[in-house]
């Protein structure tokens, strides 16, 4: 069967096309479509003509181009190597007859060139280097029509470790010869320790190494990255990374030795202080006293000739019947000020006001020492110092043998190992004393650990004391401040007191002040009759006053 029939088709040629715009009878309907090839009727206007090329050059002046460079007036200059350009805007000054005639005078009419009188030094210091065979390669590649081409560089390590050497050299803006400088004469004043660390850290390994003298070898016509010519040069400093080992361990040797020095001392001192204090001896006497008394009659607890080191902490807990913000701690502390604390050489100075018992944080870093762990510390900070000391034999090796960069490395340090070396065997006698007065101090008190680990024994030990020296403190100070507060304040009723008004309270001060300017003589002012300005500025004083 034949097709159907297309819409509104009925057998019938097409209409013809509406119409062009602004015919007659035209209506308003779309676009008509575009002409047939050849068709030369009515439509559109033509499209612009194709440029042809170029607008044509000025006509050139009378007598040519070559008159222009005539008419200047000064004879042309060869400089003797190719200069570097000075960007300027030319002034030509007309000649001679044309000056004459015209009225205006500048500058450069009459402005004579001064030239220097050594040339050659000009020469040599704004001369322009050309190097001609990469000129004259990159002018037949521009005449071949080839673009220039970026320099090839040899990308040897991997994506992520390049890019964070690349940001670490970029960032510090590092440059070789300031490592040099500080691994060489450990000058850190551009340098610093830190960053010499982290330049440690990033140190290329072996076979980074390996890789980057390949390349150098087989392509030396290709250039290294900039992270592998960093890692390159760096590994170019002889025995850099020994070096930097021996500045960074110089530091943290020091930092490590103070800590185990300062823990050991105040271990020993705490231990010294309990046992020959007589501060101490002077409130334990007090405390068996007051116990006794208090225990007086009991089978079990009274009669005692000493207690043990766990009721410290409890003091505080027993409290008064009368007060109950007044505590037996409080009593104690309150006896030993009456009896051993001398209130007018406090108030002479609030010095000699001296705690009689160990100081909390004293007590606090004493009970965190582990003498197994101080121990396994000094035995590897020998070791350490002993590796140390091979990198320094072989940094002296190379340097004798090619004499160069040998001091001050090898004076400081060899002064630096024989320091260390005497420093380590110090703090292990200071460790062997501390283990042998532990025990001793645990036995002048008659106290018996529940365990038997030296670290648990120790925690245990200052668990009594650490408490019992807080409280005792804070009450003991504001005994003290209460005291010296009564005493000016009976010195003041007394007039006897000193000039300062330090303890004194707020509104006896104020007080002297009003009396000492109700003493004062009123001044009596004459009065000047007003006149000019200066005796009006004189009224308006005298009113405000």
């Keep these: 069967p034949p097709p159907p029939p297309l819409p509104n088709f009925s057998g019938c040629p097409p209409p013809p096309p509406p119409p062009l715009p602004g015919t007659q009878n035209s209506v308003i309907g779309p676009p008509p479509p575009p002409p047939l090839p050849g068709f030369t009727g009515n439509g559109p206007p033509a499209p612009p003509p194709l440029p042809t090329g170029p607008a044509p050059l000025p006509a050139p002046p009378v007598g040519g181009w070559s008159s222009v460079y005539h008419q200047a007036r000064k004879k042309p200059v060869t400089p003797k190597a190719p200069m570097k350009p000075l960007y300027w805007t030319r002034i030509q000054v007309q000649n001679a007859a044309a000056i004459n005639e015209s009225n205006n005078e500048n500058l450069w009419e009459k402005l004579d060139e001064e030239n220097p009188d050594n040339l050659e030094e000009f020469i040599n210091l704004f001369s322009r280097q050309v190097v001609r065979p990469k000129r004259d390669e990159k002018s037949k590649d521009a005449k071949a029509g080839h673009k220039t081409k970026t320099v090839q560089v040899a990308n040897i390590l991997d994506c992520k470790r390049a890019h964070n050497v690349n940001i670490f050299v970029t960032s510090l803006r590092l440059e070789i010869a300031e490592i040099e400088n500080a691994v060489y004469n450990f000058d850190t004043s551009v340098i610093d320790t830190e960053t010499l660390q982290k330049i440690y850290e990033i140190y290329a390994t072996n076979d980074e190494l390996e890789q980057i003298k390949a390349h150098i070898k087989n392509n030396p016509d290709i250039p290294l990255g900039k992270p592998e010519q960093f890692l390159y040069d760096l590994s170019q400093i002889p025995f850099f990374a020994d070096r930097v080992a021996c500045i960074m361990f110089e530091i943290r040797f020091s930092e490590t030795l103070h800590s185990i020095e300062t823990r050991l001392n105040n271990f020993k001192l705490v231990c010294e202080t309990l046992m020959k204090s007589k501060g101490i001896k002077d409130v334990f006497s007090i405390i068996l006293a007051l116990g006794n008394y208090m225990n007086g009659g009991n089978r079990d607890r009274g009669q005692a000739d000493g207690f043990g080191l766990e009721i410290l902490p409890k003091l505080k807990d027993v409290k008064s019947s009368v007060d109950g913000s007044v505590t037996l701690l409080h009593y104690v502390v309150k006896l030993y000020v009456d009896k051993h604390i001398s209130m007018d050489a406090v108030l002479q100075d609030i010095h000699n006001a001296k705690l009689p018992v160990p100081e909390p944080q004293n007590l606090e870093r004493a009970s965190l020492v582990v003498f197994d762990d101080i121990a396994a510390e000094l035995k ?166």
């Design 380 to 545: 590897k900070l020998y070791s350490q110092t002993q590796g140390i000391e091979l990198k320094v034999n072989r940094v002296l090796e190379d340097c004798n043998k090619n004499d160069s960069h040998l001091e001050p490395f090898k004076s400081r340090m060899q002064r630096f190992l024989e320091n260390a070396y005497k420093s380590i065997k110090e703090e292990e006698e200071i460790l062997e004393i501390c283990m042998k007065r532990f025990p001793e101090t645990i036995a002048f008190f008659k106290w018996k650990p529940k365990s038997t680990n030296q670290a648990d024994i120790c925690k245990e030990f200052f668990a009594n004391w650490l408490p019992f020296c807080s409280d005792f403190k804070d009450i003991f100070m504001k005994e003290i401040h209460k005291r010296i507060k009564a005493e000016y304040a009976s010195k003041l009723k007394m007039n006897l007191a000193p000039n300062n008004f330090f303890y004194c309270s707020v509104e006896k001060a104020k007080e002297k002040v009003k009396e000492s300017k109700s003493k004062r003589t009123p001044e009596v002012r004459k009065k000047t009759e007003p006149g000019g300005l200066k005796s009006k500025l004189k009224s308006r004083l005298n009113q405000n006053l």
